[in-house]
């Protein structure tokens, strides 16, 4: 039985609902803590004292550990996720444009804004097209932590898929 009021699916947007200029306040933010950073940097390999000797960090110019940029990084796409390509994208075609200009510290809590850069259906896939975004990153007092543009070749809307999505 099929009750045409029930909706199947993703969080994220189709290719269509994308378009250049639309700029998106992602509702779900994250502090980071302190086990995040020793974790991440752990299973990455990254034996940086800068991230995991308190020591060493508080006779630096920051005077404490500093949360691995790679984690900011992924932190950032990950909190955009729900609201953008969640069931909707097909891959990441790449990164480019990466910007720190303020360190994150333990603590931290981040909030992202996406903007959609650039949009063009995909020349070889009719059922897909690739969208460019730029995320921005903020921590709790509105300092600009992380900038980077992502492209993703992402799923046009399904014909079964037509109607507009509640707001």
Request: charged share 20%; no cysteine.
């Amino acid at each position: 039985m099929t009750d045409k009021h029930v909706i199947e699916g993703n969080a994220g947007r189709w290719f269509e609902e994308l378009p250049v200029g639309l700029v998106i306040r992602h509702a779900v933010r994250r502090t980071v803590t302190e086990s995040d950073n020793v974790l991440f940097s752990v299973l990455t390999m990254n034996p940086q004292p800068l991230h995991l000797d308190a020591q060493f960090a508080a006779e630096t110019e920051f005077g404490e550990r500093l949360v691995n940029s790679m984690f900011t990084i992924a932190l950032v796409v990950g909190l955009s996720v729900a609201d953008l390509t969640l069931g909707t994208t097909v891959a990441n075609l790449g990164f480019e444009g990466i910007t720190l200009p303020n360190p994150v510290f333990h603590g931290d809590t981040i909030r992202v804004e996406t903007e959609v850069v650039s949009s063009r259906p995909s020349g070889s896939r009719p059922s897909q097209g690739v969208v460019g975004f730029e995320h921005r990153a903020y921590n709790q007092h509105d300092k600009l932590v992380a900038t980077l543009r992502r492209s993703a070749l992402m799923k046009r809307r399904p014909a079964e898929a037509s109607g507009d999505r509640p707001e």
